[in-house]
C-alpha cells in the first residue's frame, strides 16, 4: 500500500515537471528561431553593405594629383586620381574624338596625339547643355540629338594645350591654336563614336562630372 501511495504522490510532481519543461524547451526553440532570424538579417545587411561600397564611384575624394588619359582606339577617357601612400583610382568616362582621324595639322579637323595640359577652363557653374561660342555662354540650351545639329560646343570647356614641340606645339600644328578642347555636346548619340571636329566631346552630365573632378594643369595624354 506504502509503494501504491508513493507512485500517486510522484505523479503529480511528473506533470508539474512537464509542465514546467515544456514551455521551456518551445521558449528554447523560439530563441534559437529569433536568433537564426537576426543572423540572417545581419548578413543580408553585410551583404547589402558589401553592394554599396563596390558601387562607390572612384576619385570622390580629392587626390594629391590627377591625370587624363585620352585612347582614342577605346573612345574612352580615362581619369586617374592619387592619393596618398600612392594609392590609385581610375575612373572611366565615354568620349568621341574626330571622325577626320589622328593628327596635329591646323585645319584638317583631326584629334591630336601626345601629352597635353589642361590650360583655361570655362563653364563653371553653367546649366547642362548651355551652348558655347568663342567660349562664351551664349544663354541658348541646346537640343540633344537633332540631325543637323553639328559640331556645337556645350556645358563645360577644358583648352588643351600641347607640351610637345614639333607633335602638338608650334607653328601649324598647335593643338592651343586649334582650339582643341574637352567639352560637352549636343550629339550626345554619337558617344563612343569617331564624330567631332577635332575635339574630346564627352556625354554633358560627365563633362560636368570630370570639370568639377579636375584643375588648370592636369596633365592628359591623347594616344591611338
Partial sequence: M???????????????????????????INSTEVSAQQFQAVAQSGDKMNQTSEQVQPCTATPI?????????????????????GNEEKKI????????GIGSQA??????LGQHRIEKKFGEGAPEGMIFRARRSTGKIAEMNVPGAGDLVTTRIMWLKGLERGKNSGRGIDSYKRYIYIHGTAEENKISEIASHGCIRMYNRDVIDLFGRVTEGVKVNIKE
Fill in 2 to 28: 506504502r509503494q501504491k501511495s508513493r507512485r500517486t504522490r510522484i505523479k503529480p510532481v511528473l506533470w508539474l515537471s512537464l509542465l514546467l519543461v515544456i514551455p521551456m524547451t518551445f521558449g528554447l
Fill in 65 to 85: 594629383d590627377s591625370r587624363i588619359e585620352v585612347d582614342i582606339s577605346e573612345q574612352q577617357l580615362y581619369l586617374y586620381c592619387r592619393y596618398v601612400g
Fill in 93 to 100: 568616362y565615354p568620349v568621341s574624338t574626330s571622325k577626320y
Fill in 107 to 112: 585645319g584638317s579637323n583631326k584629334t591630336p
